[in-house]
């Protein structure tokens, strides 16, 4: 950009700025909802659980199936598939 554009859209500076935050905003975001690793902890600690005697079977399948299903679900994103 030259020194006359830049000029010229100087007043546009404060939106740029709140555009860039914002967008460094999402990606953290996204970086953080698409990490496999708390989902992968809470399986270990359900199969603790379940081990322990703290919670049933059943309990244990319906969790289990839900967090496999956002692993598979993470794994997609990260092969930028859609499920």
Request: hydrophobic content about 40%; glycine content about 4%; proline content about 5%.
């Amino acid at each position: 950009m030259g020194l006359l554009s830049q000029l010229a859209t100087l007043p546009l500076a404060p939106v740029r700025g709140v555009a860039w935050v914002m967008q460094r905003t999402l990606d953290a975001a996204e970086q953080e909802y698409y990490d496999p690793e708390p989902v992968e902890r809470e399986l270990a600690e359900l199969e603790r659980a379940l081990l322990a005697g703290e919670i049933s079977e059943e309990v244990f399948d319906r969790r289990e199936d839900e967090l496999l299903d956002r692993l598979d679900e993470i794994r997609a994103h990260a092969q930028g598939t859609d499920i």
